[in-house]
């Protein structure tokens, strides 16, 4: 089992930025991929950004560019850096782990507004 905890969201300026941290802790040591999703209101949850244990990243096309995903394997943690934000950008986010056995764990989400 891997428990996760997100912390970092808020309410921020069209053009400010955020930082989102997920730390994990249980089974850490069977943890793969990290990544970011997003649900807004009335829509689908869709993919910010993941990365590999080995550091590779991936991207929605809509936030390349502008958020950056990184990761500190001794800490178990997970971070999104968010620049430029958008008031597209509001949503839960939610942070997602993958193990290698193939078990999913999710976040409770943290809330994102970009408001003026």
């Known amino acids: 089992q891997v428990q996760l905890v997100e912390s970092g969201g808020g309410l921020v300026q069209p053009g400010g930025s955020l930082r989102l941290s997920c730390a994990a802790s249980?089974?850490?040591?069977?943890?793969?991929?990290m990544g970011w999703y997003r649900q807004a209101p009335g829509k689908q949850r869709e993919l910010v950004a993941d990365?590999?244990?080995?550091?590779?990243?991936n991207y929605a096309d809509s936030v390349k560019g502008r958020f950056t995903i990184s990761r500190d394997n001794a800490k178990n943690t997970v971070y999104l850096q968010m620049n430029s934000l958008k008031p597209e950008d509001t949503a839960v986010y939610y942070c997602?782990?993958?193990?290698?056995?193939?078990?999913?764990?999710w976040g409770q989400g943290t809330q994102v507004t970009v408001s003026s």
């Open positions: 997602k782990v993958v193990t290698g056995v193939g078990g999913r764990y």
């Open positions: 249980g089974s850490t040591f069977s943890i793969n991929a």
């Open positions: 990365i590999t244990r080995g550091g590779i990243s």
